[in-house]
């Protein structure tokens, strides 16, 4: 989380171009630009589908 708000203030506050921002953090420029366009304080994950039962589940001891 730390390292979205570094970009941030990097990108608004101190007008740095997303080039300089990325060679500066060693990040892909991609990915500052995703941390830039983020939208709230922690990155949404999508929901993980259960797992269905393996094949032998009703053999296991």
Do not use: C, W
Request: glycine share 4%; charged share 35%; aromatic share 6%.
């Amino acid at each position: 989380m730390e390292t979205i708000a570094k970009v941030r203030r990097l990108y608004h506050l101190d007008k740095e171009t997303v080039s300089h921002i990325s060679r500066k953090m060693n990040l892909s420029r991609a990915t500052v630009r995703k941390y830039l366009d983020h939208v709230g304080d922690e990155p949404k994950y999508p929901q993980r589908k259960s797992r269905p039962r393996p094949q032998l589940g009703a053999f296991e001891a």
